[in-house]
């Protein structure tokens, strides 16, 4: 039996953070040359612990996906391609098809977890990875998409643009359970959740680093046209 979810990724590039303070969530996001940007805009990012995440002091609204914090989480120290200094689109996107797997989308990868091989020599040439360069975003959902259709062959997925997206249709989608993919400062960002607080709305996402203190993050939403790519998976 064929299963029906859709959900977008969204490709956002904000490349400049201005500093304000928040609190529980201090610490600036900073950026590296793993992704091309697409688009640009004028933003804040700040990481933020499991304990900051779940601190819901002078937060008015918030949101999750289903099991968002129930599945297996891949970091890029994970993996050899740490050591090139590029890899959190090929991290992100086991995130996603691990958060999918969670959900009942069994095929998504072989085994029960992701191995150094898989990822080496499947979801690294999907994405047209390498040790040198940087990643264009315009091919994650492309990407995505051949991935999760080599997993059953009744998995199958259309692609398509979706160039506007309002703060009541991200929330929309979360609450639908349809995460995100965005970048921020030329990181790639797996958004679970979303929050306001102190009257600033906010992606809640997570890093793909290791540390305790940074494992997510806090993005401010803002409302320039960005580039997205939506997925229906069939």
């Not at 990012?45 to 609204?61: F, H, I, K, P, R």
């Not at 994970?78 to 797997?101: G, M």
């Not at 499947?122 to 047209?128: F, N, R, S």
Request: charged fraction near 10%; hydrophobic fraction near 35%; include cysteine.
């Amino acid at each position: 039996m064929k299963k029906l979810i859709c959900f977008v990724l969204s490709i956002v590039c904000l490349l400049s953070c201005g500093m304000t303070s928040i609190a529980s969530a201090a610490q600036p996001l900073e950026g590296d040359n793993a992704i091309q940007p697409l688009a640009s805009d004028n933003a804040t990012g700040y990481v933020a612990s499991y304990s900051q995440l779940t601190d819901y002091s002078n937060v008015t609204e918030y949101g999750y996906i289903n099991n968002w914090n129930n599945f297996t989480y891949y970091y890029t120290n994970d993996f050899n391609e740490y050591s090139n200094d590029n890899n959190c689109v090929p991290t992100q996107i086991a995130n996603l098809l691990s958060y999918y797997k969670s959900v009942g989308y069994i095929y998504a990868y072989p085994g029960s977890r992701i191995t150094q091989s898989y990822y080496t020599n499947t979801i690294c040439p999907a994405l047209g990875y390498s040790a040198s360069g940087s990643i264009n975003l315009n091919d994650a959902a492309n990407g995505f998409k051949t991935l999760f259709e080599s997993g059953a062959s009744y998995y199958s997925t259309t692609v398509s643009n979706q160039i506007y997206l309002s703060w009541n249709g991200f929330k929309s989608l979360i609450n639908s359970n349809k995460p995100l993919l965005i970048a921020y400062q030329n990181h790639l960002y797996f958004v679970i959740g979303y929050r306001t607080r102190g009257g600033v709305n906010y992606y809640v996402a997570i890093t793909a680093f290791s540390g305790s203190y940074e494992r997510y993050a806090l993005i401010e939403y803002t409302t320039t046209h960005f580039n997205r790519k939506s997925i229906t998976i069939n």
